[in-house]
Nanobody, 115 residues
Framework: QVQLVESGGGLVQPGGSLRLSCTAS????????MGWYRQAPGKQRELVAA???????NYADSVKGRFTISRDNAKNSVNLQMNSLKPEDTAVYYC?????????WGQGTQVTVSS
C-alpha cells in the first residue's frame, strides 16, 4: 500500500520543541524528494523544509535556524525537528513525497503552539 503516515504533532508552549516523523511505504524512497509543508487556518499551504535523497536541504526563511529536516533512507522516514516554536508555527503539517512521476501527501498532523 502506497502511503505516508505522519506522527508527532501536539500542543506545545512557545519556546518548546516537537519532532514530527513521516514513514513512507509502497514506494522506492530513494527516488523521492521528501518535504514538510504546513497550512494554517485561512492561509495557503507552504513549504517548511525539504530534503533530497542526496542530502540537499532547503528551508523556509521563517524556520531557518529553528527547524531541521533529516531523512533515514534505510527506514523510509523523514523527520522534522522543531525548536524554539512560536505561536505563528501553529498549523497542520503535511509530509510530501515527490518524484518525477508522482506526488504523495500524508494526512497531516496538527501542531499548536500556545501558552
Amino acid at each position: 500500500q502506497v502511503q505516508l503516515v505522519e506522527s508527532g504533532g501536539g500542543l506545545v508552549q512557545p519556546g518548546g520543541s516537537l519532532r514530527l516523523s513521516c514513514t513512507a511505504s509502497g514506494i522506492n524512497f530513494n527516488f523521492y524528494t521528501m518535504g514538510w509543508y504546513r497550512q494554517a487556518p485561512g492561509k495557503q499551504r507552504e513549504l517548511v523544509a525539504a530534503a533530497t535523497s542526496g542530502g540537499n536541504t532547503n528551508y523556509a526563511d521563517s524556520v531557518k535556524g529553528r527547524f531541521t529536516i533529516s531523512r533515514d533512507n534505510a527506514k523510509n522516514s523523514v523527520n522534522l525537528q522543531m525548536n524554539s516554536l512560536k505561536p505563528e508555527d501553529t498549523a497542520v503539517y503535511y509530509c510530501k513525497a515527490a518524484s518525477s512521476i508522482r506526488t504523495l501527501w500524508g494526512q497531516g498532523t496538527q501542531v499548536t503552539v500556545s501558552s
